[in-house]
């Protein structure tokens, strides 16, 4: 069957599509293999939230009993069921990874949410999950917290490329940028090849909009309420202007540009839409432009395939217009370091949560298959 005509138009300006999910029915059953073929998927990212809800899945229940007779615990448990999953993606997208020079074919796993705040310990991990998946087409994910920032660098010195996830505010974004240009240059005096180093940044959308949206409901003015739905597209568009000024002509990424350097994709998280109000490929349409990843949850991804309409770029040349939504939502009264300050938080607890219940269900799992044997 040919590619949805919707989702290649949106792939020919520029926007690699993503899926937002992996489980292993989709591997086991054809599902990842015919998006691919079918919905221009050319990359998967997975959060702690996705294998909490895959893992309840009955296809893990005969590697689980194995890994319970061998006396393993929920730790290694839980990272052999998800490194197998992503290693398998990894392989399913190899020919993505290879027609593109290793631009997309990626698969993220993400470092333990626990591990937000603490640099040493994410490195670490970081290192470990790259060598048990041991594919080049990985990407591992670090979030965009202020203990990130230079585990980023890091891995990157390092050799490994990187998803830097949980970015809610501009001058994070800036801020990530600068740690992945500061591990270029530490893996390019390693002597590691830059051209096999790559990176996205994980500019998340929708609950930029969730929150702001509540606040000025709060406000309740005609001008308030007229900025509903404004946040999430005009954040992400001066994300890309912030991107744009340092890959295209920055004279930092120049100087490495020569040794093969590749730029670090700005991403679209967090696109599916929650307010039922706005259209349900928003976050979609409106985040069109070159050198950009758009990972999407299936049901955003059917919605686009269905009724989505691509026109071209629509984000250069919105910085101005989208700086004044900024300067109006501060005029209203909304404090937009507070809010990025609290999607953060709310960011890293969700995912240990999400983690925390997925290692308490793995944990009883194993207790009843020893009991079994």
């Not at 194995?66 to 190899?94: F, M, Q, S």
């Not at 000025?216 to 005609?222: P, Q, R, W």
């Not at 999407?296 to 984000?315: L, N, S």
């Not at 004044?324 to 809010?339: H, K, N, R, W």
Request: net charge negative; charged share 20%; glycine share 8%.
């Amino acid at each position: 069957m040919a590619q949805n005509q919707n989702l290649a138009a949106l792939s020919a300006a520029g926007v690699s599509v993503w899926l937002d999910d992996l489980s292993r029915s989709r591997l086991e059953s054809g599902n990842l293999a015919e998006l691919v073929r079918e919905k221009s998927v050319v990359g998967v990212t997975t959060n702690p939230s996705i294998f909490q809800a895959a893992l309840k899945g009955a296809e893990y229940a005969g590697q689980l009993a194995e890994l319970a007779g061998r006396g393993a615990d929920v730790h290694d448990t839980v990272r052999a069921l998800t490194t197998d999953d992503v290693r398998n993606a990894c392989d399913l997208l190899a020919p993505q990874y290879e027609a593109t020079d290793g631009v997309d074919g990626r698969v993220s796993i993400e470092v333990d949410p626990r591990l937000a705040h603490d640099t040493d310990d994410t490195v670490a991990q970081a290192i470990e999950l790259w060598k048990i998946v041991d594919r080049p087409n990985l990407l591992i994910k670090i979030p965009g917290t202020l203990a990130g920032l230079p585990a980023i660098t890091r891995v990157i010195a390092e050799g490994i490329s990187v998803n830097v996830t949980l970015i809610f505010s501009v001058e994070r974004h800036k801020a990530v940028i600068d740690a992945y240009l500061a591990g270029l240059e530490a893996a390019a005096a390693a002597g590691h090849d830059l051209s096999t180093i790559h990176s996205v940044a994980s500019f998340f959308v929708s609950r930029v909009d969730t929150e702001i949206d509540a606040r000025l409901e709060a406000v309740g003015s005609d001008e308030a309420l007229a900025l509903r739905g404004k946040a999430g597209l005009a954040n992400a568009r001066l994300a890309y202007a912030a991107y744009q000024e340092v890959f295209e002509g920055g004279a930092r990424f120049a100087a490495l540009a020569p040794a093969g350097a590749r730029v670090q994709r700005p991403l679209w998280a967090s696109t599916g839409v929650k307010n039922p109000d706005y259209p349900d490929t928003l976050y979609v349409t409106e985040l069109v432009a070159a050198n950009t990843v758009n990972t999407m949850p299936e049901k955003t991804m059917d919605a686009v395939a269905d009724h989505g309409t691509i026109a071209g770029d629509t984000i250069s040349g919105t910085a101005a217009a989208s700086q004044q939504v900024f300067d109006a939502l501060t005029a209203v009264g909304v404090s937009l370091p507070e809010v990025f300050d609290k999607l953060e938080t709310e960011g890293v607890d969700k995912f240990e949560a999400s983690w925390n219940e997925l290692l308490e269900a793995i944990s009883g799992q194993l207790t009843a298959v020893s009991h079994q044997g």
